[in-house]
T-cell receptor
Framework: DAGITQSPRHKVTETGTPVTLRCHQT?????MYWYRQDPGHGLRLIHY???????DKGEVSDGYSVSRSKTEDFLLTLESATSSQTSVYFC???????????FGSGTRLTVV | KQEVTQIPAALSVPEGENLVLNCSFT??????LQWFRQDPGKGLTSLLL?????REQTSGRLNASLDKSSGRSTLYIAASQPGDSATYLC??????????FGGGTRLMVKP
């Protein structure tokens, strides 16, 4: 979707290194989310944001941190990447309430 | 905690068949239910959004229904085509700010 972009699209990193994934939106939506998708586990919420500097944990937040300094950007940081964090990461945006969600194209992260 | 289940996990049908994908959820106090399509290696594309006050939504050959009291939704695909082959995901929003996903139904439509 043109209103939400994720970068990078693919990344290979070594165990123990920090990694930051970026989500950028042009829709001015209030809510932004980070999900991970793994075989056998489906899509699970990592963290979400309900406004600038306002974030909260999701189901699988251990090992991840987030920041939102501007409405349009939501960063996901793996402080010290582990092999269990190899996954496809999706960003999503929403206006909340009875509005739906729009997802980005995903970032495929491999930790070796 | 909301739990979302999709049945079947995989489905293979010949081209032209009408088919139904099922989604069930445990907590009926929902804001919305949204159906997505995901092609291999790609992101999620929204197909239909049903708000809690609605019973169904239609888009082209797709029709989604919602029965909150029984905790069920169905996605009906009419006259299936090979291009419909993908994974279909059902997601429920309980609080107006967070989605819970089912495991998906992987659909293969054979020419």
């Amino acid at each position: 979707d043109a209103g939400i972009t994720q970068s990078p699209r693919h990344k290979v990193t070594e165990t123990g290194t920090p990694v930051t994934l970026r989500c950028h939106q042009t829709e001015n939506h209030r809510y932004m989310y980070w999900y991970r998708q793994d075989p056998g586990h489906g899509l699970r919420l990592i963290h979400y944001s309900y406004g600038v500097k306002d974030t909260d944990k999701g189901e699988v937040s251990d090992g991840y941190s987030v920041s939102r300094s501007k409405t349009e950007d939501f960063l996901l940081t793996l402080e010290s990447a582990t092999s269990s964090q190899t996954s496809v990461y999706f960003c999503a945006i929403s206006e909340g309430g009875h509005y739906g969600y729009t997802f980005g194209s995903g970032t495929r992260l491999t930790v070796v | 905690k909301q739990e979302v289940t999709q049945i079947p996990a995989a489905l293979s049908v010949p081209e032209g068949e009408n088919l139904v994908l099922n989604c069930s959820f445990t907590d009926s106090a929902i804001y919305n239910l949204q159906w997505f399509r995901q092609d291999p290696g790609k992101g999620l594309t929204s197909l239909l959004l049903i708000q809690s006050s609605q019973r169904e939504q239609t888009s082209g050959r797709l029709n989604a229904s919602l029965d909150k009291s029984s905790g069920r939704s169905t996605l009906y695909i009419a006259a299936s085509q090979p291009g419909d082959s993908a994974t279909y995901l059902c997601a429920v929003d309980n609080a107006g700010n967070m989605l819970t996903f089912g495991g998906g139904t992987r659909l293969m439509v054979k020419p």
